[in-house]
Structure formats: structure tokens, C-alpha cells
């Protein structure tokens, strides 16, 4: 029974430090870099002159970027707006195309009116100072940002947040009050998350 005694709590707290890494891992953000206010046209992407254009930088491996295009595609229906999409894939220097097509570029695929990209060594992601996989930056139709971030809460959690919210409202009003957002994924370059999923 003293054995027992001793395991319990031992296992209890085993369990509630496992939690708390979790927790803290799920909410940490990626870096805030400076954003390009001009559309950046070492990007090798044409902004669309007669609406929108937004760009979404993903890691093709990256399993919590499922979350980002299930948020971009419920955003895209609520703000009912005409958008130019652009989705890019980060593909390292080396190795061919077919390493981006994952699950998540499969998904990607089937948002309407997407056109995508694979960004060969990260040149268009660091064009638009994006680090972080799920980076969304939306640039108006004089090619000026109105928003930089992300469109979840945390790690592959899907549900209302700010940056939907934000982000909706920009595509409906063109605001020009340029807006940021943490991002939540996966390192451009560095997912450890491993696998397709």
C-alpha cells in the first residue's frame, strides 16, 4: 500500500506536467516579423489590381496548417468577397515538387479559385516576412497590406477567433487600418511534426 502510495501522486503529476507542456506548446505563437506595407514584388506572385489578393504560407507537412485552411475557407464564405488566392507550399532547395503534395496541399487544392505555388527554399514566404506556417497577408488593390497573421487561436484549433474575425471584416470593407495577429504552426523550414498528416 505504500508503494501505491507513492506512485499515485507521482503519476498525477507526471500527467498535469505533460498537460501543461501541451498546453504551453499549443499556444505559442511564431516569431512577429516587420511586413512588407507595399506588395513585395520579389515575391514572383502578380497582385491582382481589381481585388483582393491574399497569399497563405504553408509547410506542406505541417498537421496543425489543416486547422488555418479550415478557417480560410469558412472566412472566404462569410466575407463573401472576390479574392485573388494565392496557397504556397514550402519546398526545401534539393528536393523535387512532389515533396509538397501532402494531405494539407490535397486540401488546399480543393479551395475554390486557389491558385498554388511551391516556394522553393522559402524566397516567397521571406518576400512577405512570413517564418511561421498558416502566415495569411492580405494586400488590398493599390497593393497595400491590410493584414499579416494568422486565423487560429492556437495549434491546429479550429473555431472563432480574432484573426478570422479580423480578417472577415477587412475582405468586406477593404479597411486601410493594417492589421496583425499572432501565427500558430509549424517553423517554415524546420516542421518537426513529421509525416503527411
Not at 145 to 165: D, I, K, M, Q
Request: aromatic fraction near 8%; glycine fraction near 10%; hydrophobic fraction near 35%.
Amino acid at each position: 500500500m505504500k508503494v501505491v502510495g507513492y506512485i499515485l501522486p507521482g503519476w498525477i503529476l507526471l500527467v498535469i506536467t505533460g498537460f501543461g507542456f501541451l498546453l504551453r506548446y499549443s499556444n505559442q505563437s511564431g516569431p512577429q516579423e516587420t511586413v512588407p506595407v507595399s506588395w513585395p514584388v520579389e515575391a514572383g506572385l502578380a497582385a491582382d489590381t481589381a481585388r483582393p489578393t491574399m497569399v497563405v504560407l504553408l509547410h506542406p507537412r505541417c498537421a496543425c496548417s489543416h486547422a488555418t485552411l479550415a478557417e480560410l475557407q469558412r472566412l472566404l464564405l462569410d466575407a463573401s468577397t472576390d479574392v485573388d488566392l494565392h496557397v504556397c507550399f514550402y519546398c526545401p532547395h534539393g528536393e523535387p515538387d512532389a515533396w509538397t503534395e501532402t494531405d494539407l496541399r490535397e486540401r488546399a487544392e480543393r479551395l475554390e479559385g486557389a491558385s498554388l505555388h511551391v516556394d522553393r527554399g522559402g524566397q516567397m514566404a521571406a518576400s512577405f516576412s512570413a517564418t511561421t506556417s498558416g502566415t495569411v497577408v492580405l494586400y488590398d488593390r493599390k497593393g497595400h497590406c491590410l493584414f499579416h497573421g494568422g486565423v487560429t487561436s492556437a495549434r491546429a484549433h479550429e473555431g472563432n477567433n480574432v484573426g478570422r474575425r479580423t480578417l472577415t471584416q477587412l475582405l468586406r470593407e477593404e479597411r486601410f487600418e493594417p492589421a496583425e495577429n499572432p501565427v500558430f504552426g509549424c517553423p517554415l523550414g524546420e516542421c518537426r511534426t513529421g509525416g503527411d498528416s
